[in-house]
């Protein structure tokens, strides 16, 4: 029979919750991987993994698998608006990985919850969080059934519980919220798969265009992924210009119309698979949240995914957290000590999220702004034509390769 209780609840099997999984269950937790989804799923990413994260995918059992069959490595970034581009070099990272590569959500997030299985964790999947009940020490979780058989509800008990589950995708308690709160300035995000295109499997391109930016790269099997985010009133008027469209197709022919380099690489090549939309994101800081649940990933923080950071952020961060906790098993999942001994937990664990990822957050967001007014974007560009190298500054700014130290020090563990 399935054990339902656990030491620790891990809500979201993305990057973050399954590295947190694998993390915990290595180190002797009893933990439980909720994932609403069935895998594998395609999910709306760029699908870029930062150099500086391939050394944690190794630390985590599935560097190999990774290597295998992800794309190329991701020498050069250009900078595509309008009619231009100009290209730079991505730095390299130190170490033994010396740039990022790109693999499929549908396939990276599959190899990192297998890895937690392996590791042990129990995966209810796919099972959907509705609600927490209860305090550091007993929570009360209750899941429900998403495979379409008639599980329905089940109750599972937790001491500690950890908010994994994205940002795009609020808990069924905060939807009424999330919709109250809509804005103009909310962000839709887009993704689609491309076979056949015309891009060098070295360069990531980033796409600047009015009211929203974008990416393309190369990722396994010689595909292309494109993906970007737009505001919803840009999205709105896009929508009335092309009424015959769904929304992805609709940004689509936007992207088309408007980035020659867009243009260029997507001659002769053919979709596979539908637009992929979510959304609204919600950039911003959520880890100091007082509801005495600990938070990973984009759960935690989400950087504009312009600098293509989030996976980084979802890995180290799982890292950061369980550098600090997983040798405290006893006394953050026993009922006398739990409230004190999260209550601290999280507060350090919220300094070193901080020292880690807040920098990221900013410059993703100033990046951002730069690139979706066209009067900034316009400014700045004699400055990128006259100095591609502010690109790789950029890069370098976005700390695409750092990790954090907690995380580096974690994987020596492993060594
Ligand atoms: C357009 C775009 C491009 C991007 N490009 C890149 C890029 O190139 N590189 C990069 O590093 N990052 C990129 N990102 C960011 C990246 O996708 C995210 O930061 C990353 O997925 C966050 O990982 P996570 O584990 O925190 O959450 P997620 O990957 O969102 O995983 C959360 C999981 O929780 C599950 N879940 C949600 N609610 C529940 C519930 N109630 N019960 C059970 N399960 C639940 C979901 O099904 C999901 O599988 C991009 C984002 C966008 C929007």
């Known amino acids: 029979m399935t054990a339902t209780t656990f030491d620790a609840a891990i ?48 630390a985590l059992g599935v560097g190999a698998a990774f290597a295998e069959r992800a794309g190329g490595e991701l020498r050069r970034v250009a900078l595509m608006r309008g009619d231009e581009t100009v290209v730079a070099p991505l730095p390299a990272a130190a170490g033994a990985h010396r740039f990022g590569r790109a693999l499929g959500r549908e396939h990276l997030d599959t190899l990192l919850a297998d890895a937690a299985g392996n590791a042990g964790a129990t995966r209810w999947q796919p099972w959907s969080l509705q609600a927490v009940a209860g305090d550091a020490g007993g929570y009360a979780l209750r899941l429900r059934d998403e495979s379409g058989g008639a599980g329905g509800d089940t109750e599972l008990r937790a001491a500690l519980v950890v908010a994994a589950h994205g940002s795009w995708q609020p808990l069924p308690s905060e939807r009424a919220e999330r919709r109250d709160a809509r804005a103009a300035a909310d962000l839709f995000a887009f993704k689609a798969n491309f ?89 911003g800081v959520r880890i100091d949240a ?16 312009i600098v293509g950071e989030g996976i980084s952020m979802a890995l180290q961060s799982a890292f950061v957290l369980a550098a600090l906790i997983a040798a405290q098993r006893a006394a953050l999942t026993s009922p006398a000590a739990a409230a004190a001994a999260q209550r ?72």
């Open 195 to 283: 076979r056949a295109a015309a891009l060098p499997s070295d360069l990531l391109p980033v796409l600047a265009f009015p009211g929203g930016y974008g990416g393309m790269v190369v990722a396994d099997g010689g595909v292309l992924t494109l993906a970007g985010c737009l505001r919803e009133e840009r999205l709105r008027a896009l929508r009335a210009a092309h009424p015959g469209l769904r929304a992805g197709e609709a940004f689509e022919a936007m992207l088309r119309d408007g980035i020659r380099g867009v243009a260029a690489a997507l001659v002769g090549a053919t979709r596979e698979g539908a637009w992929l939309a979510s959304g609204p994101l919600r950039p």
């Open 344 to 415: 601290s937990a999280r507060a350090a664990y919220a300094r070193a999220w901080r020292r880690n990822f807040a920098r990221r957050l900013a410059i993703a967001a100033a990046f951002a702004h730069v690139a979706m007014r066209p009067g900034a974007a316009a400014a700045a560009w004699p400055l990128v034509r006259r100095w591609p190298g502010i690109l790789t500054a950029g890069a370098r700014w976005s700390d695409k390769t750092h990790c954090a130290p907690e995380a580096a020090r974690l994987i020596g563990a492993f060594a």
């Open 11 to 58: 809500v979201g099997a993305g990057p973050a919750g399954a590295a947190l999984a694998t993390l915990l269950a290595r180190a002797g937790w009893s933990v439980a991987l909720i994932e609403q989804q069935p895998f594998p799923r395609r999910k709306v990413c760029g699908e870029c993994v930062a150099a500086s994260n391939l050394a944690l995918l190794d």
């Open 290 to 305: 007082d509801d005495g649940v600990f938070r990973v990933g984009n759960a935690a923080g989400e950087a504009h995914p």
